[in-house]
C-alpha cells in the first residue's frame, strides 16, 4: 500500500451504533488530519495531530473522537451520530503541520458515511 | 473566519473549450493551492502559489495568483473529459489553518 488509505470506504450505521474509521499513511509524515466533507459546503478540518499529539479540534461535537496511537494511524470514533453527520470523511497527512510552499497535505479516498 | 468563495459553482461544457474558475476573498494569504477531487476519491494537489502576481503552467491548466494575494484563477485550455471533476481552492493566512473553498464541478463533454 502507498499515500493514505482509509477503511471502510462506506459505511451505514444507526444513531445507537459505535463505528470507527481508520487511516493509515504511508508516507512517513508527522501531521495528520481529519476533515468532513459535505454536499456544497466547503471542506471543514475538524482535528489536527501532529506527531501524536492534538494539535487542533475545531470545535467539534463530543460525538466524534479521535485517536492517534502513532504517526502513521489515525482513528476516528464514532457514537450516537445524528443524520446531518452523514458526509464524506477525508483523512489526510503531511510532513509536519506548518504551512508551506513544500507541506502538501495528501489525502486518502475518504469514507462516505450515512447515518440513519 | 477566512473564506473563499469559488465561482462559478457549476461548469459543463464541451471538450475543446477554455475556461476559467476563480477563487476569491476579503483576506490576504500567504500562500493559495489548488486541488483536483475526482468521484470516489481525496483532493490532490495540482499547484501551490505564493507569490502576488505570480504564474503557474501545468500542461493546459494556467494558475494565477492576484497581485494582492487576495484571489487566483485557473484557467484551462482545450478541456478534455479527462478534466472533469471537482476543483478545490485552499489558503492559508494569519490562522495558519487550511481553508478550502466550496469547489467548483466541472463537467467535460466528449
Known amino acids: 500500500e502507498t499515500g493514505v488509505t482509509q477503511t471502510p470506504r462506506h459505511l451505514v450505521m444507526g444513531m445507537t451504533n459505535k463505528k470507527s474509521l481508520k487511516c493509515e499513511q504511508h508516507l512517513g509524515h508527522n501531521a495528520m488530519y481529519w476533515y468532513k466533507q459535505s454536499a456544497k459546503k466547503p471542506l471543514e478540518l475538524m482535528f489536527v495531530?501532529?506527531?501524536?499529539?492534538?494539535?487542533e479540534n475545531n470545535s467539534v461535537p463530543s460525538r466524534f473522537s479521535p485517536e492517534c496511537p502513532n504517526s502513521s494511524h489515525l482513528f476516528l470514533h464514532l457514537h450516537t451520530l445524528q443524520p446531518e453527520d452523514s458526509a464524506l470523511y477525508l483523512c489526510?497527512?503531511?510532513?509536519?503541520?506548518?504551512?508551506?510552499?513544500?507541506?502538501?497535505?495528501?489525502f486518502g479516498p475518504g469514507t462516505r458515511l450515512t447515518v440513519l | 473566519t477566512q473564506l473563499l468563495e469559488q465561482s462559478p459553482q457549476f461548469l459543463s461544457i464541451q471538450e475543446g473549450e477554455n475556461l476559467t474558475v476563480y477563487c476569491n476573498s476579503s483576506s490576504v494569504f500567504s500562500s493559495l493551492q489548488w486541488y483536483r477531487q475526482e468521484p470516489g476519491e481525496g483532493p490532490v494537489l495540482l499547484v501551490t502559489?505564493?507569490?502576488?502576481?505570480e504564474v503557474k503552467k501545468l500542461k493546459r491548466l494556467t494558475f494565477q495568483f492576484g497581485d494582492a494575494r487576495k484571489d487566483s484563477s485557473l484557467h484551462i485550455t482545450a478541456a478534455q473529459p479527462g478534466d472533469t471533476g471537482l476543483y478545490l481552492c485552499a489558503a492559508s493566512g494569519s490562522a495558519r489553518q487550511l481553508t478550502f473553498g466550496s469547489g467548483t464541478q466541472l463537467t467535460v463533454l466528449p
Open positions: 489526510a497527512s503531511s510532513q509536519d503541520r506548518l504551512w508551506g510552499l513544500n507541506n502538501e497535505q495528501f
Open positions: 502559489v505564493v507569490t502576488g502576481g
Open positions: 495531530y501532529s506527531l501524536e499529539e492534538r494539535v
